[in-house]
T-cell receptor
Framework: AQTVTQSQPEMSVQEAETVTLSCTYD???????LFWYKQPPSRQMILVIR??????QNATENRFSVNFQKAAKSFSLKISDSQLGDAAMYFC???????????FGKGTRLSVIA | DSGVTQTPKHLITATGQRVTLRCSPR?????VYWYQQSLDQGLQFLIQ???????AKGNILERFSAQQFPDLHSELNLSSLELGDSALYFC?????????????FGSGTRLTVV
């Protein structure tokens, strides 16, 4: 079974600084998709960024970017110019290319210090 | 508004009771997924429906059941409730492709069993 591991239960960053959240996954598939979701205190699950495994280029969405290392099965999220509104739980998720459900990691709680 | 509607938002009930959680997917989405999030934990996949048919099952208890109706809305039934069933229950939907672009989540139903 596929597993997703987030080894940092909690992280903190100073406002305007950069932080990187780690994620590793275990799979024998070659075609799959990876996601980062944000869960603020409102508990709403918000898609931050996605990456297709067959694309070598790392995905970016404004201040959010990923470092996708397929051979190492690593998918880290970098948040640049951190803002107070970035404080949330961040979940890494994986799914194969078939119609299979998303598998989530246990999450990393990010605090942003003013 | 994500387009996925979950009702009720909050539910308080006693042990041994039965409740029904409702989800209306985003317009045009055929797949519905149910997830359980216990306090400060990751999201655990329960069950998936696609166009009215069950597609995948996760760690769903026998006391729990679900269905997707012809109008594509879905219901999750939880019976013989126990204190440990207290959690946030999310419904998510995805496009025909099975979620290659991620899922759209509802705002969740917070269930408290007392």
């Amino acid at each position: 079974a596929q597993t997703v591991t987030q080894s940092q239960p909690e992280m903190s960053v100073q406002e305007a600084e950069t932080v990187t959240l780690s994620c590793t996954y275990d799979t024998s598939e070659s075609d799959y998709y990876l996601f980062w979701y944000k869960q603020p205190p409102s508990r709403q699950m918000i898609l931050v960024i996605r990456q297709e495994a067959y694309k070598q280029q790392n995905a970016t969405e404004n201040r959010f970017s990923v470092n996708f290392q397929k051979a190492a099965k690593s998918f880290s999220l970098k948040i640049s110019d951190s803002q107070l509104g970035d404080a949330a739980m961040y979940f890494c998720a994986y799914r194969t290319s078939g119609n299979t459900p998303l598998v989530f990691g246990k999450g990393t709680r990010l605090s942003v210090i003013a | 508004d994500s387009g996925v509607t979950q009702t009720p938002k909050h539910l308080i009930t006693a042990t041994g009771q039965r409740v029904t959680l409702r989800c209306s997917p985003r317009s045009g989405d055929l797949s519905v997924y149910w997830y359980q999030q216990s306090l400060d934990q990751g999201l655990q996949f329960l069950i998936q429906y696609y166009n009215g048919e069950e597609r995948a099952k996760g760690n769903i208890l026998e006391r729990f059941s679900a269905q997707q109706f012809p109008d594509l809305h879905s219901e999750l039934n939880l019976s013989s409730l126990e204190l440990g069933d207290s959690a946030l229950y999310f419904c998510a939907s995805s496009e025909k492709g099975g979620g290659n672009y991620g899922y759209t989540f509802g705002s969740g139903t917070r269930l408290t069993v007392v």
